[in-house]
């Protein structure tokens, strides 16, 4: 592979989402015939792992165009464009990234609160079953209702 068949990595923002976006439909297009045949393809080449697509690009511009560019930059000084605009892609890849990290943990932590207030209710339940029982029909809540509907509220927001 040579610098220039890397020159898609170093060029503005734009360009480099949409040369990524056609490289990786082929990309995709192969491991679905691959997967027709029976095989399983690469996780690059995989439809299904498409949300891994910047995690690759930024171990793809980190393990092989940065190294390329600083080499060339080194041996033809005229060349550090090269090296700036991978760098600048390296931290656009990298800010989805991290906004891929922090939208998983938000739904993560989402679905934690749901399943806490779903635990929550059901031991409501329970403890009022089990009063109710023990108190002779008398119904005695260990929370309030409107307690329990406010945070399902501030869950489902």
């Not at 060349?79 to 739904?107: C, F, H, I, M």
Request: overall charge neutral.
């Amino acid at each position: 592979m040579t610098a220039c068949d890397l020159s898609a990595s170093s060029k503005p923002w734009s360009i480099q989402q949409q040369t990524v976006k056609v490289i990786f439909d082929e990309f995709y297009q192969q491991g679905d015939e691959e997967k027709a045949q029976g095989q399983k393809p690469i996780p690059m080449m995989d439809r299904d792992k498409a949300h891994e697509l910047p995690a690759n690009q930024v171990s793809f511009i980190v393990g092989i165009c940065l190294p390329c560019y600083e080499l060339l930059y080194k041996l033809v000084p005229g060349s550090k464009p090269l090296y700036d605009g991978a760098s600048k892609n390296l931290q656009n890849w990298s800010a989805l990234v991290a906004k891929q990290r922090t939208d998983q943990e938000d739904k993560e932590k989402k679905v934690e609160r749901k399943q806490s207030i779903a635990e929550i209710s059901k031991a409501l339940k329970e403890s009022e079953e089990k009063k109710s029982e023990s108190d002779n029909g008398k119904k005695i809540p260990l929370l309030k209702k409107s307690t329990l509907e406010v945070s399902k509220e501030s869950v489902d927001e």
